[in-house]
């Protein structure tokens, strides 16, 4: 083989054999996502997250908070429902981002470095809310939380040879909600069912 074809080949298969080292975690000899990202920061030199883009914010399901109130009389009553929710944040394989070391704290830093902004494992909302019912009726107040949506990929080194390669790509997809954010509420009436009036009119 001339000089200059043989030097194109051996460039060629360099060229596949470094290939090779890095491959999406959904191989089907390779660690399930969870695995992997909990060996992010547990295990990698370097744990990375590339985001795809900016937080998506978006409303929760529309959901009712506090109690329903009962309107018994036969006048008008202004009713006043008390109510407090704590909303939590969830991730596509259900790895704890709550801890404040391993994969929570690499995701922490990894989102605050991407978006300038921290994650909110947490957030607690409530408040006083008046409801007017017409008598024979029922009230409510309802909820569509405001929440935040990230998605990216972790790329991930390994010192020695995970799962025969040293190279990992994890995508990763988180919703946590907005701090102190209180959502769109609405305030419900409806009549009353003949067990409702029964049970609570009675």
């Known amino acids: 083989m001339p000089k200059r074809f043989a030097t194109i080949a ?3 298969l360099l060229c596949a054999a470094t ?3 890095a491959v999406p975690a959904f191989a089907a000899d390779g660690p399930t996502g969870r695995e992997l990202l909990e060996k992010c920061d547990n295990g990698t030199d370097t744990c990375t997250f590339h985001p795809y883009g900016p937080p998506e914010t978006f409303r929760g399901d529309v959901h009712q908070v506090g109690d329903t109130v009962f309107n018994c009389t036969a006048d008008l009553q202004r009713s006043t429902v008390k109510w407090s929710e704590t909303t939590g944040e969830s991730n596509s394989f259900g790895v704890s981002v ?3 070391a391993g994969f929570g704290e690499v995701f922490k830093v990894s989102i605050e470095t991407s978006y ?3 994650w909110e494992t947490s957030s607690t909302v ?3 809310d008046s409801v007017d019912v017409q008598p024979g009726e029922k009230g409510w107040i309802e909820r569509a939380t405001e929440m935040s949506r990230v998605k990216g990929q972790y790329e991930m080194h390994f010192p020695d040879r995970y799962y025969d390669h040293y190279i990992w790509y994890q995508d990763f997809e988180a919703v946590g ?3 102190d954010a209180q959502g769109l509420i609405t305030k419900k009436t409806a ?3 003949a067990d409702e ?3 609570h009119c009675g």
Do not use: I, N, R, Y
């Open 10 to 12: 051996t460039a060629a």
């Open 19 to 21: 290939t090779l080292t």
């Open 98 to 100: 709550s801890t404040e």
């Open 116 to 118: 300038q902004h921290t």
């Open 126 to 128: 409530g408040q006083d």
């Open 177 to 179: 909600p907005v701090k």
């Open 191 to 193: 009549a009353m069912t």
């Open 197 to 199: 009036k029964a049970q």
